[in-house]
């Protein structure tokens, strides 16, 4: 199995980037297809984005069309997430993980989690 460890979150004003790093061990990255999610306080984890295996297909959540990029690295095993333009309404702890199936949305269809890293966006 793969172990996932996020970093890049932390504290940005409206309308910054931050730019957020998945680095996986235990297992290739090319196995899986990646995906980013987030969890707001009082709020369900939500779908952001995911890339294929090989990173030819990209898929984003209407929220974050246009506003965040989903790329990976598997010569160095490692995914990001490239976030610009936020608001404050980007505030939540992001997640990467990891699955088999490719346009996977839902938090069950992602079998290895990492541990999230807080993002905060002040007004």
């Known amino acids: 199995q793969v172990q996932l460890v996020e970093s890049g979150g932390g504290l940005v004003q409206s309308g910054g980037s931050l730019r957020l790093s998945c680095a996986a061990s235990?297992?290739?990255?090319?196995?899986?297809?990646m995906g980013w999610f987030r969890q707001a306080p009082g709020k369900e984890r939500e779908f952001v984005a995911a890339?294929?295996?090989?990173?030819?297909?990209?898929y984003y959540a209407d929220s974050v069309e246009g506003q965040f990029t989903i790329s990976r690295d598997n010569a160095n095993d490692t995914v990001y997430l490239q976030m610009n333009s936020l608001k404050p309404e980007d505030t939540a702890v992001y997640f990467c993980?990891?699955?088999?199936?490719?346009?996977?949305?839902?938090?069950?269809?992602?079998?290895?989690w990492g541990q999230g890293t807080q993002v905060t966006v002040s007004s």
């Open positions: 993980a990891a699955a088999f199936t490719f346009g996977a949305t839902r938090s069950r269809d992602y079998y290895y």
């Open positions: 235990g297992r290739t990255l090319n196995s899986y297809v």
């Open positions: 890339i294929s295996w090989s990173g030819g297909m990209l």
